[in-house]
């Protein structure tokens, strides 16, 4: 089974900053990758899929890339709303999720 | 507008059984494969199981491999877990999942576009 690893697992920022996740896959698993925001006892909420596609409604300043293993979740410009646990995920595999916290 | 609405979680003990039914609308829920993902108490995502529209194919995770079924009824437009010989680490919050990307479960584009609010199930003695 392909693995899933996310770093940091945890970050503190502030208001208005950039913001990255990365993810990275045992294998290549090309653009199969989504990205997911989930707030504290609300179910997740599925943010970009196959690497880079924006779901309707999300917010442009979310962006994805990557491709292979190596892949990145960006927030351009933190929010209050943005303050969350972002997961990746391949096929029936998430990743151990990052928290974001407020600095 | 989809909504998908999970219903069955409670109490049990371990070793008990207990079933879970998720009842979607809004889509055209046969052509769409469903899941059930859990997450324990202060945990992450683990996906737990999958079916396909058409109700013909299925994935587990390894550790309800023989203890969970997943099933549909698409007349109905009900998918359901059936929960058995539950253990103390099967507690968690079951989310029922709409996969946007696939009908079937052998696909690489799968992922989990519409989401339940969860339902609860506590296995304790």
């Known amino acids: 089974d392909i693995q899933m690893t996310q770093s940091p697992s945890s970050l503190y920022a502030s208001i208005g900053d950039r913001v990255t996740i990365t993810c990275r896959a045992s294998q290549s698993i090309s653009t199969y990758l989504n990205w997911y925001q989930q707030k504290p006892g609300k179910a997740p909420q599925l943010l970009i899929h196959a690497a880079y596609t924006l779901e309707s409604g999300v917010p442009s300043r979310f962006s994805g890339s990557g491709s292979g293993a190596d892949f990145t979740l960006t927030i351009s410009s933190l929010q209050p709303e943005d303050f969350a646990t972002y997961y990746c995920?391949?096929?029936?595999?998430f990743g151990g999720g990052t928290k974001v916290e407020i600095k | 507008e989809v909504q998908v609405v999970e219903s069955g979680g409670g109490l049990v003990q371990p070793g008990g059984s207990l079933r879970l039914s998720c009842a979607a609308s809004?889509?055209?829920?046969?052509?769409?494969?469903m899941s059930w993902v859990r997450q324990a108490p202060g945990k992450g995502l683990e996906w737990v199981s999958v079916i396909s529209g058409s109700g013909d194919g299925t994935y587990y995770t390894d550790s309800v491999k023989g203890r969970f079924t997943i099933s549909r009824d698409n007349s109905k437009n009900t998918l359901y877990l059936q929960m058995n010989s539950l253990r103390v680490e099967d507690t968690a919050v079951y989310y029922c999942?709409?996969?946007?990307?696939?009908?079937?479960?052998?696909?690489?584009?799968?992922?989990?576009?519409?989401w339940g609010q969860g339902t609860l199930v506590t296995v304790s003695s």
């Open positions: 995920q391949q096929s029936y595999t």
């Open positions: 999942a709409v996969d946007g990307g696939c009908s079937t479960t052998t696909c690489y584009s799968t992922r989990a576009t519409y």
């Open positions: 809004g889509f055209t829920f046969s052509t769409y494969a």
